[in-house]
């Protein structure tokens, strides 16, 4: 057990570390061939952060172990709002855009809707079982097409006159970078997966639940990190512009990727987990209009925190 934990950890650095490295290589050989940077950041940056949870549920669909797939993707959207958004707001209130607040967490909460229309066929269809299959893999995506329209859309009437915050290195150097993240993804994905699948083992746990709590807390260290550092330098959007745009990343493009591979099972056992990402992503919405209208305040943030440890207790207690 000790030993497979440990692996798990690792498993996720390497992850982590992985994804960093390829997004930094691949921005600076971008920035080098005059790739505009709103395709770097829409295309390379974008889908960077989101890969750890991407290798995590490609290489699960693979082995078949489709609970951990669905719950990494429910734990880290969860952990996304209140956890990371909850940390950034103790840190320093956020200030969200009117465009964010009508349009991208709506669509956030649209994407989970939709998600919990296509996981439960038994609940509303009375099937035999519940699953996430091939053509609801293609329509997740359908969506995320959509979304990237959306949002190069709005990429395009910014300002982009300022200076971008895009290291450059030697090309062979950036290069290298890409190589090793590439081999630091697929490493770490493998790592985290098998370890993780073993403790559950172990234990005597599900799948989901290892995959709702340590493996989405994990996934979502880019996130967090990304977040509290905005916060505490006072850049609002991107500190929650990054957590919405994640959580629709996972829905649409993780989860219809994962599903396009192989189907993934899923249990009604944890419609209450989807149903309170949907609480969650509504309460922010709500947040935008109650006190200082648009923002996310310090007391809403610690309230976000508490229920987010309450949530995992609860979680670790259900197994």
Known sequence: MVLNILILIAGLA?????????????????????????????????FGTSLPELIIN???????????????????NLSNILLVLGVAAIIYPLKIKAGTTWKEIPLSLLAV?????????????????????RIDGLILLSFFLIFIYYTYGISKVKDHSKKDNIKTYKTWIAWVMVLIGMVGLTLGGKLTVDSAVAIAEIAGLSEAMIGLTIVAIG????????????????????????????????IFWI?????????????????LDVILVMIATLLLFIFMFIGERRTLQRWQGIGFVIVYIAYIAFTVYRG
């Open 58 to 76: 490609v290489v699960a669909s693979l082995q078949g172990s489709t609970a951990l797939a669905i719950g990494n993707v429910i734990g880290s």
């Open 255 to 271: 989860l219809g990727i994962s599903s396009v591979i192989a189907p993934i099972d899923y249990s009604i056992k944890l419609n």
């Open 113 to 133: 809707v939709v998600l919990f229309f296509m996981l439960n066929d038994a609940l509303i269809d009375s099937m035999p079982f519940s699953l996430l299959g």
């Open 219 to 250: 996934t979502s260290l880019p996130e967090l990190l990304t977040s509290v550092v905005a916060a505490y330098k006072r850049q609002p959007d991107i500190a929650v512009g990054n957590i919405i745009g994640s959580n629709i990343f996972n």
């Open 14 to 46: 390497i992850l982590i570390k992985g994804a960093d490295l390829l997004v930094d290589g691949a921005s600076s050989i971008a920035k080098k061939m005059n790739v505009p940077y709103i395709v770097i950041g829409l295309l390379v940056v974008a």
